[in-house]
């Protein structure tokens, strides 16, 4: 497992490797983090009434981690900040299975949470990663954050 390039101590990925959140927050952890936030999204058995089978996420990895090192420069200018940590799945994911992690050490826990929540969301706005649902009436790409109220 490589970081992406930026700023030392900072993970930006997106391939298939399996994704552990506590490794994640374990790498990033500095005696000066008094907060450690983090969000994992877990691919669940529904969804839309649909029960769901698997999925297969895509991308391109150059692209995807450019605009993942965006959205870490933009949290760094928007609260302290120490370290983070963002990492997203590609290939075929079972359910249960982590498919993007947002990782924040940061001195104070608001500056944590409020960080993690921005990332999870910018990345979900954002990001070029394409998530295929395979469930017990088919396939169908999923567009968009389903979990918008948009």
Do not use: N
Not at 36 to 60: C, K, N, T
Not at 111 to 134: D, G, N, Q, T
Request: aromatic fraction near 6%.
């Amino acid at each position: 497992m490589s970081a992406a390039e930026g700023r030392p101590g900072d993970i930006v990925r997106v391939g298939p490797e399996p994704i552990d959140a506590g490794v994640l927050a374990a790498a990033l952890r500095t005696d000066a983090s008094g907060a450690i936030a983090s969000f994992a999204g877990v691919v669940r058995d529904h969804h839309q009434g649909r029960r769901v089978s698997h999925l297969i996420y895509e991308a391109y990895p150059p692209m995807a981690e450019s605009e993942l090192r965006r959205i870490v420069d933009e949290a760094r200018g928007r609260w302290p900040v120490q370290r983070m940590a963002i990492v997203h799945r590609t290939g075929r994911l079972a359910v249960g299975e982590t498919s993007v992690a947002v990782v924040v050490a940061c001195a104070h826990r608001r500056a944590a949470l409020e960080a993690c929540s921005f990332a999870i969301e910018e990345l979900k706005r954002s990001v070029p990663i394409w998530k295929k649902e395979f469930s017990d009436t088919g396939e169908e790409w999923i567009l968009g954050d389903p979990s918008s109220p948009c």
